[in-house]
């Protein structure tokens, strides 16, 4: 029973290099979220994905691009990291309704 | 733009003590949802309680409930005989018809023993 699952978990990056956050859900949602939480700041929204083939810009997605190529996926991609882009990250799907979000665990993103 | 407000950063209260977290928000939709999430030390993102907004009724769920005064736009959680298991941090969420589920700042519980 996995439900979302984020990898990786962890990961350092130096300032200019570029990573993909995967985040994968088996219960077959419809809906993807990807957000970081930041220290007093919350939970702040990056990229959504009502569908497959569908995203959306949130609060905060300047820096960050993201794919749902297939309906389980949702990739977070980071072009050129910058020391402001470190943060924790959490994907999280739901179904069509009006439903909770279903979390992953979270990857911790340091960039140096 | 709507925007959801938790003025409270942290808050403390004594084990089997009640405490009420406090929860503004800012929409000019009518139709929506409210939520409180739960995300202890191990970081794993877990729903406490759900309201939808044409529902006069306050929800309930065990020891937790909420005080939706939707006028005021007010979204409070109320916790009955706390334990040290709640010990974590609060967030209140709004989602509305554009998909957008959008969260406070949070709100970190301590229950002391």
């Known amino acids: 029973n996995a439900g979302v699952t984020q990898t990786p978990k962890f990961r350092v990056l130096k300032t200019g290099q570029s990573m993909t956050l995967l985040c994968a859900q088996d219960?077959?949602?419809?809906?993807m979220y990807w957000y970081r939480q930041d220290p007093g700041m919350g939970l702040r929204l990056i990229h959504y994905?009502?569908?497959?083939?569908?995203?959306a810009k949130g609060e905060v997605p300047d820096g960050y691009n993201v794919s749902r190529l297939k309906k389980q996926n949702f990739l977070l991609g980071l072009e050129s990291a910058a020391p402001s882009q470190t943060s924790v990250y959490f994907c999280?799907?739901?179904?069509?309704?009006?439903?909770?979000?279903?979390f992953g665990e979270g990857s911790r993103l340091t960039v140096l | 733009a709507q925007t959801v407000t938790q003025s409270q950063p942290e808050m403390s209260v004594q084990e089997a003590e009640t405490v009420t977290l406090s929860c503004t928000y800012d929409?000019?939709?009518?139709?929506?949802?409210l939520f409180w999430y739960k995300q202890p030390p191990s970081r794993q993102m877990i729903l406490v309680i759900r309201?939808?907004?044409?529902?006069?009724q306050n929800a309930t769920e065990n020891r937790f409930s909420v005080n939706f005064q939707k006028a005021a736009k007010s979204f409070s959680l109320k916790i009955s005989d706390s334990q040290l298991g709640d010990t974590a941090m609060y967030f209140c969420?709004?989602?509305?018809?554009?998909?957008?589920?959008?969260f406070g700042t949070g709100t970190r519980l301590k229950v002391l023993a």
């Open positions: 309201q939808e907004a044409y529902k006069q």
């Open positions: 999280a799907s739901r179904t069509g309704g009006p439903g909770e979000l279903f």
């Open positions: 994905s009502v569908g497959e083939g569908t995203t």
């Open positions: 929409t000019s939709e009518n139709n929506y949802y």
């Open positions: 219960m077959n949602h419809e809906y």
């Open positions: 969420a709004f989602m509305s018809g554009t998909y957008k589920y959008i």
